[in-house]
Structures are given as structure tokens and as C-alpha cells.
């Protein structure tokens, strides 16, 4: 599938797709469970606040890319597939919105030979790639949410959500008695 990223200015200024920002949350809060027993979509979704068919797309389209390992049976479910700091933005943007194309000039393959805007185009579509893999699943998994005040008239959708248990502070949740 060869989509294009489409900045998505009709829905609140949103860059990414809503599915893009549900494997966000949902990788997220699979990294800070720590837990390497797998976790059924439903249970994700009860625990996100998500639709529970909607989540289980988007968990499809993150096993299809190997971000997810998927586990069948009684106690099957979902987990991350790779180590987190080899899962890039990139990566999770991807497989939920296809890859990141750009526009060139019809005809033309090198950046240099296109005209000025489609130059600037290409120049752009470059940062924005290289930013996307700068980061990595592991930078959400260790900073969930915002550090001091921030301002509440753009809700963070990363924000944690209940744990199951007591959240310990570190990489993963402790269990129901407390105990880390």
C-alpha cells in the first residue's frame, strides 16, 4: 500500500491519523505494563478507552509490520514485537498510514531537477523522515507524560491512562498488592 502522510488539517491540526496516535497509546502502555505475557486487544482497549474493534485494526496493522507479535489461543493477545528502541515514529506511521511519499515534479526523479517548490518539498519530506526516526517507541515508553505545567488547552493523548495495579514509576506496573 503506497498512501501519502497527509498533514490532516481539518481535524484539529492533527499530523498523524487517529489510527497512528491509538498504536501510539496502545504501544505505549504495552512498554509500561512490562509485562511479557500477551494482552488481548480488547483488554488494551478497555484499558485506553478505545473502541475494542477499532484497536484490534489497528493492532493487525502493527502485527502485519512486525511491531506486534499476536499469540493465538485462550490466553492469546498481543506483544511488542522488537526491542523499542529499534521501533521508529517512522516505523508506527507507516505501518498505520503507508509510507511517507513525496512530490515531485511529473517526469523528473532527482530532487535537483525539479522546480524550486518541489525542491523545497523534497528538502522537507527529508527532515520530516529523519525526525521520525529519531524517535523511537522507547522515548514514549520512559516519558508518558508531560514533565511540570502544561498548557490544558491541548490535551496530551499520550496521557496515562489506569494501570492495572499500582503504577511503580519505572518501566513497567506493579502488581494489584502493590508490590513492585
Known sequence: MRTKLVWNISQGDQMF???????????????????????????????????????????????????????????????????????????IAQACQGEILADFCEGESHPTEVCAFHQACAELHGVIVSILCKWTLAHFIERPQPVGVVNDRIPCWLKPVSYVGSFDGSSGVSNASGEG
Open 17 to 91: 491519523s487517529k489510527t497512528t496516535r491509538s498504536a501510539i497509546r496502545m504501544l505505549t502502555h504495552l512498554g509500561k505494563r512490562g509485562a511479557p505475557d500477551p494482552v488481548s486487544p480488547r483488554v488494551l482497549a478497555e484499558e485506553l478507552g478505545e473502541s475494542p474493534s477499532y484497536l484490534t485494526k489497528v493492532a493487525r496493522d502493527l502485527v502485519k509490520s512486525g511491531i506486534l507479535k499476536s499469540h493465538r489461543g485462550v490466553s492469546g493477545g498481543v506483544v511488542i514485537g522488537r526491542e523499542p528502541r529499534s521501533i521508529t515514529l517512522l516505523a
